[in-house]
């Protein structure tokens, strides 16, 4: 069964400065990476998703993410962030035969001007 | 495109009451989820449909909660009795699935459910 681990719980950053948020997966088999972004009293929406192909992704609102099999990661990484950023973050990962879709315990942002 | 409706949006019952949400899946997706996010956690899987068929309910719990979804279409989501520790948000969410590449999920605003 995968699994998902967030490193960061919590991510205070700066506007304008750069920010990464960090994930891990664990499986015996192959996976599809996604990371969600939950804003206050709102569901959960897609910002990117690894399929296959590019290990780099690129999703809405300037967001990215890379792909690296061999350390089992998918850290999501934005150059710039605004205030309008603040939210909670989720790494998800569902096994190719499986559609199971396992989240990880999210990684609150906190903009500040 | 509509997207996930859920409803209520916000539910109070006192514990060994019995609750009942509702989803309204995205036209034509074949999956719907539901999961409990409990206060500062991920989502957690309780119950996954592919049409109107159980693929996923291992974390369900089963002594209270229960889950349907008729036609393949509408699914609801009951506890009873409640207990505290099930004061969550509840999330709905569907998708098409029936392509191996699709695989997005899309996600309703969710239940917020308290139990004094």
């Known amino acids: 069964a995968q699994s998902v681990t967030q490193l960061d719980s919590q991510v205070p950053v700066f506007e304008e400065a750069p920010v990464e948020l960090r994930c891990n997966y664990s499986?015996?088999?192959?996976?599809?990476l996604f990371w969600y972004v939950q804003y206050p009293n709102q569901g959960l929406q897609l910002l990117l998703k690894?399929?296959?192909?590019?290990?780099l992704v690129k999703g809405i609102n300037g967001f990215e993410a890379e792909f690296n099999k061999s350390q089992t990661s998918f850290h999501l990484r934005k150059p710039s962030v605004h205030i309008s950023d603040t939210a909670e973050y989720f790494c998800?990962?569902?096994?190719?035969?499986?559609?199971?879709?396992?989240f990880g315990a999210g990684t609150t942002v906190t903009v500040r001007a | 495109e509509a997207g996930v409706a859920q409803s209520p949006r916000y539910k109070i019952i006192e514990k060994r009451q019995s609750v009942a949400f509702w989803c309204n899946p995205i036209?034509?997706?074949?999956?719907l989820y539901w999961y409990q996010q409990i206060l500062g956690q991920g989502p957690k899987l309780l119950i996954q449909?592919?049409?109107?068929?159980?693929?996923?309910d291992s974390q369900l719990p089963k002594d209270r909660f229960s889950a349907e979804r008729l036609k393949g279409v509408d699914s609801t989501l009951k506890i009873q009795p409640a207990k505290l520790e099930d004061s969550a948000v509840y999330l709905c969410?569907?998708?098409?699935?029936?392509?191996?590449?699709?695989?997005?999920?899309?996600f309703g605003q969710g239940t917020r459910l308290t139990v004094v």
């Open positions: 969410a569907s998708s098409p699935r029936e392509d191996r590449m699709n695989t997005e999920a899309f």
């Open positions: 499986s015996s088999v192959s996976v599809y």
């Open positions: 690894y399929l296959s192909g590019s290990t």
């Open positions: 998800a990962v569902t096994e190719i035969n499986d559609y199971k879709l396992s």
């Open positions: 036209s034509g997706h074949a999956t």
């Open positions: 449909f592919q049409n109107n068929g159980v693929v996923d």
